[in-house]
């Protein structure tokens, strides 16, 4: 168990829709990274935030959007939702910028 | 940019050692990490590597760091089917220090 957890494990959906994903870090760490897991791509950054604030942002889609609140959890949204939006997504948290980023269970969309 | 490569597949009979090798091509990159992900699981973190190492051992794990050739391995030691997995090498690249993944190599031990 890293200590880092995420909600819901599994979500299913319909095309046009919008949903939360939702992660808790390892208590203590300020950082939460964000990526997704598809067949085709692989593992992708997506965002980064540290203490509230977005610090990096890799290849998220405009649709898709996230925040970190003062509790230091973070949640992702993702909009407008497409069938290629179907993925595992990963919340990872780290100490800070330049520490080791321990992963949580993930969350698998399924955009029908 | 940044790009991390893998082979895809490695098969090993249990209690040989496995090496899983990993080529990347940010030099800047400070930490070169391990994880490994199960099947429906995340990754779990093996071990990692400071840049300004060449190798670090961790009970069965041994990752060897070639700075020169940007190349990267990790070795288990007397492997059993538990570790059976995809095991992904990782760089850390970026002012975030985001992470690059490989693709990912599937390891499987055959009795």
């Known amino acids: ?112 | 940019g940044e790009d991390v490569e893998q082979s895809l597949f490695l098969s090993v009979r249990e209690g040989d050692s496995s090496v899983i090798n990993c080529t990347y091509t940010d030099s800047s990159s400070t930490y070169l990490y391990w994880y490994k992900q199960e099947p429906g699981a995340g990754l779990q973190l093996l071990t990692y590597i400071f840049s300004n190492m060449d190798m670090k051992q961790d009970q069965r794990l041994t990752v060897l760091l070639n700075k020169k050739d940007k190349h990267l391995s990790l070795r288990i030691a007397d492997t059993q089917t538990g570790d059976s997995a995809i095991y992904f090498c990782a760089e850390s690249s970026g002012s975030a220090r985001q992470l690059t993944f490989g693709s990912g190599t599937q390891l499987t031990v055959l009795p």
């Open chain 1, 1 to 112: 168990d890293s200590g880092v957890t995420q909600t819901p494990k599994h979500l299913i959906t319909a095309t046009g829709q919008r949903v939360t994903l939702r992660c808790s870090p390892r208590s203590g760490d300020l950082s939460v990274y964000w990526y997704q897991q598809s067949l085709d791509q692989g593992l992708q950054f997506l965002i980064q935030y540290y203490n509230g604030e977005e610090r990096a942002k890799g290849n998220i889609l405009e649709r898709f959007s996230a925040q970190q609140f003062p509790d230091l959890h973070s949640e992702l949204n993702l909009s407008s939702l497409e069938l290629g939006d179907s993925a595992l997504y990963f919340c990872a948290s780290s100490e800070g910028t330049a520490n080791e980023q321990f992963f949580g269970p993930g969350t698998r969309l399924t955009v029908l």
